[in-house]
């Protein structure tokens, strides 16, 4: 049985590395669900904390950025949306289409950072 101690460095070490499910960790299985738990705490935690920071970096953007970054989201969407109706039974434009799309999303949402 483990000690509480070797369950706090556990944690502890998890903390600076969090690269495994610490629930997981053999010799600790006794307190699996206790590990679980401290987990998703802190996945929770982290998640907010970076919300928190996404939210703060859009509101701080320029009025005038964000306008014409929603303006050009919406007028992308609706283009592709006209693209896709019309080419739908091309696949290789269908595909160009698609990529394009995830091209255009991947660099609004870092415009947001």
Not at 38 to 57: G, I, M, Q, T, Y
Not at 74 to 87: I, R, S
Request: net charge negative.
């Amino acid at each position: 049985m483990k000690t509480r101690e070797e369950v706090e460095d556990l944690k502890n070490n998890w903390l600076a590395d969090p690269c495994y499910d610490i629930e997981d960790t053999s010799g600790f299985e006794e307190y699996a669900v206790e590990l679980a738990g401290f987990a998703v705490e802190h996945r929770e935690l982290w998640a907010a904390s970076r919300k928190k920071v996404e939210d703060a970096a859009y509101h701080n953007t320029p009025a005038s950025e964000a306008t014409l970054r929603d303006m050009f989201a919406a007028y992308a969407l609706n283009a592709m949306g006209h693209t896709l109706a019309f080419y739908a039974n091309e696949p290789a434009t269908l595909a160009q289409v698609a990529k394009t799309a995830f091209e255009a999303a991947d660099a609004m949402m870092a415009a947001r950072r």
